[in-house]
């Protein structure tokens, strides 16, 4: 084949390198009218013939930047027309969503974009999306991972073919500069982004004051250095890929849609590496979202801790230690609690069933869930409630009180099932830790003259 220029010999040789895009293919160019998605939009159009593509154009107003985000869109609008290309615009509140779902603006944004551009794809039978992003959008990428104390997954970069949302990186060969310079001798018009040229934004510290003292200074050819190092990184998580599916059978006990249970002794049997990356890898699986490298270090030392440790991993999903077993779980933390009660009733409450009864036959057996105590020592406030922080009681048979939350841990109860267990209280005085323990300053004694007989049944 022959070309106009070296930037499209260049583009062709790493489509065909990196299987990024195959004859007859229909694809949506992410088109937000910044220079790189104007250059990949050029560029594949000039190659268009050579493989017989179909080519559309999809833009995202994500409304953050008011008068230049209509502008761009207008200004996406002429393009379309000027390459007589069909083009799909749509408009979203990133704000609202950012705001609704506790994400930065980045975030809602990027999740609002995929979401659209995948939505366009499937619905129209394009084969693949193409989004502008370079060279130095890869080494931005990984600088910023590894200042986040990232894994090997943050160190193999941005990817050429993104596979689960068929997603293609044309440009990932070309820096900016090379972007610029064929921009500039096609006299391809561009929109800039404000937003970008502010510092303000880790990303753009790192493009704009960091990046160029690298350049200068150490490497000026740091972006082809990383590029080769996210190559061998992305060849070192395949091959660990690999090995992990290799141990799974043998290690993961059980998996349901809100549980998957690890036999830690097995997997402990493995190298270190293989645990941690082990760990990241089912975490990832079982969320279904990305995990953090400080959430997937917490992990694996929750994995190696005491039973009853545990870790959040999301806002609904906690990793904790059963003995020789570690646990991922879907949780929904109950709402605090607070019930009035009268003695001598039985109550059946969201999650549990309480009951008192006044006796004169005291049997002391093995069941932690009744207990007897001294009724005259109770007074008339009485409640049961869940626990919060800074609660204490006497426990009996130990000298001294003690916080509730350290004899949680002694007793090696995850995070999330202290929130489930109630504590009846009398007066502000803990008499109870439903199942587990009665304070000492409640028991019947020689002295007592009423004993009233209380028990507990947590719901299945």
Not at 57 to 66: E, F, G, K, V
Not at 228 to 255: C, G, H, T
Not at 398 to 424: A, C, N, R, T, Y
Request: proline share 3%.
């Amino acid at each position: 084949m022959q070309f106009s220029n070296k930037f499209l010999e260049s583009l062709n040789l790493f489509l065909i390198e990196n299987q990024l895009i195959k004859t007859g293919d229909k694809v949506i160019v992410a088109l937000s009218g910044g220079i790189d998605s104007m250059v990949l939009l050029d560029a594949l159009y000039k190659l268009q013939k050579n493989w017989n593509l179909s080519i559309a154009i999809a833009h995202l107003n994500h409304m953050l930047r008011d008068r230049e985000s209509d502008e761009d869109e207008e200004f996406v609008k002429q393009i379309s027309q000027k390459y007589s290309l069909d083009c799909y615009i749509e408009r979203v509140n990133t704000s609202l969503l950012a705001e609704s779902k506790k994400l930065s603006i980045q975030e809602a944004a990027r999740i609002l974009r995929y979401d659209f551009l995948n939505k366009v794809r499937s619905s129209l039978g394009f084969t693949k999306v193409a989004t502008g992003h370079n060279a130095d959008d890869n080494t931005e990428t990984i600088l910023l991972n590894i200042f986040r104390g990232s894994g090997i997954h943050g160190l193999t970069g941005i990817p050429a073919f993104r596979y689960d949302v068929p997603t293609i990186r044309p440009l990932l060969f070309a820096t900016r500069t090379e972007i610029e310079m064929y921009a500039l001798e096609n006299k391809i018009p561009y929109r800039v982004d404000s937003t970008n040229l502010k510092t303000d934004y880790l990303r753009n510290l790192i493009r704009h004051e960091i990046l160029p003292i690298i350049k200068e200074k150490i490497n000026p050819n740091i972006s082809t250095t990383f590029q080769r190092s996210a190559k061998l990184f992305n060849e070192l998580e395949q091959y660990l890929n690999e090995e992990i599916k290799k141990i799974v059978p043998q290690v993961i006990l059980s998996k349901r849609p809100d549980e998957l249970v690890i036999d830690t002794k097995k997997l402990f049997s493995f190298p270190e590496f293989i645990q941690e990356y082990f760990l990241l890898r089912t975490a990832k699986e079982f969320t279904k979202h990305d995990v953090s490298y400080s959430t997937a270090r917490s992990i694996y030392k929750t994995s190696k801790s005491e039973p009853g440790t545990s870790c959040s991993v999301k806002l609904d999903i906690v990793f904790y230690k059963d003995r020789d077993k570690c646990i991922f779980k879907f949780v929904t933390l109950p709402k605090p609690f607070k019930y009035n009660i009268l003695l001598d009733k039985e109550y059946e409450f969201e999650h549990f069933y309480f009951k008192s009864k006044f006796t004169d036959n005291v049997e002391f057996n093995k069941d932690p869930n009744i207990e007897y105590i001294d009724a005259n020592l109770l007074g008339k406030n009485l409640i049961l409630r869940n626990w919060r922080e800074g609660d204490w009681f006497f426990p009996i048979g130990l000298d001294g009180k003690k916080k509730v939350s350290d004899f949680f841990i002694d007793q090696k109860i995850p995070i999330f099932k202290k929130h489930l267990i109630p504590i009846f209280e009398s007066e502000g005085k803990i008499v109870w830790i439903c199942g587990l323990k009665l304070d000492d300053r409640f028991k019947i004694t020689e002295n007592t003259k009423k004993i009233l007989e209380i028990s507990y049944k947590m719901k299945e």
